[in-house]
T-cell receptor, first 113, second 115 residues
Framework: KQEVTQIPAALSVPEGENLVLNCSFTDSAIYNLQWFRQDPGKGLTSLLLIQSSQREQTSGRLNASLDKSSGRSTLYIAASQPGDSATYLCAALNTGTASKLTFGTGTRLQVTL | EAQVTQNPRYLITVTGKKLTVTCSQNMNHEYMSWYRQDPGLGLRQIYYSMNVEVTDKGDVPEGYKVSRKEKRNFPLILESPSPNQTSLYFC??????????????FGNGTRLTVT
């Protein structure tokens, strides 16, 4: 059974810092690894999706990497801004259960002025 | 605008009173799913549907029912709600069920409180 872990659970950084959020998973038989953003009282917004054959994906100031062999993914946020404050969740889509994403419990990020 | 719409956003009810949370998507997606989100437990799948009239259980289906009579709608039904179903519920959709590398689109959530 897939287990997805995100560390740390919460993170506070000053504006302008570069930061890395970590995601680890136990089963490497995945179609993809997805990163989402969740704002308070809102749904989840898809940020980046890395297919199993890919090593990384980039969108603006965000870069996500995937290392299937070690069961790890990272989300790199460059030049953080207060508007980046949110909870970030990663999720793995397993090849055996393609109907379901397995989510981590998220990292709550606060970017301070 | 492409979106997944859930209603209501907030719902307070009493134990045993049947309720339905609606979910509708305007993207002609075949795959739809319901999740609940609880502190410390993350998101867990309740039910999913690969297409019209095709539904199946997720990880935590007990106490819930779903139906998929039309492609765009996927309501979640609680026949006899209990306090342990107090949670934040999300509906999500994706294109074809085998479009594994398409992102999942989420609704804004329904916060349910059962007293």
């Amino acid at each position: 059974k897939q287990e997805v872990t995100q560390i740390p659970a919460a993170l506070s950084v000053p504006e302008g810092e570069n930061l890395v959020l970590n995601c680890s998973f136990t089963d490497s038989a995945i179609y993809n690894l997805q990163w989402f953003r969740q704002d308070p009282g809102k749904g989840l917004t898809s940020l980046l999706l890395i297919q199993s054959s890919q090593r990384e994906q980039t969108s603006g100031r965000l870069n996500a990497s995937l290392d299937k062999s070690s069961g790890r993914s990272t989300l790199y946020i460059a030049a953080s801004q207060p508007g980046d404050s949110a909870t970030y969740l990663c999720a793995a889509l397993n090849t055996g259960t393609a109907s379901k994403l397995t989510f981590g419990t998220g990292t709550r990020l606060q970017v301070t002025l | 605008e492409a979106q997944v719409t859930q209603n209501p956003r907030y719902l307070i009810t009493v134990t045993g009173k049947k309720l339905t949370v609606t979910c509708s998507q305007n993207m002609n997606h075949e795959y739809m799913s319901w999740y609940r989100q609880d502190p410390g437990l993350g998101l867990r799948q309740i039910y999913y549907s690969m297409n019209v009239e095709v539904t199946d259980k997720g990880d935590v289906p007990e106490g819930y029912k779903v139906s998929r009579k039309e492609k765009r709608n996927f309501p979640l039904i609680l026949e006899s709600p209990s306090p342990n179903q107090t949670s934040l519920y999300f509906c999500a959709s994706r294109g074809h069920p085998s479009s594994y590398n398409s992102p999942l689109h989420f609704g804004n959530g329904t916060r349910l409180t059962v007293t």
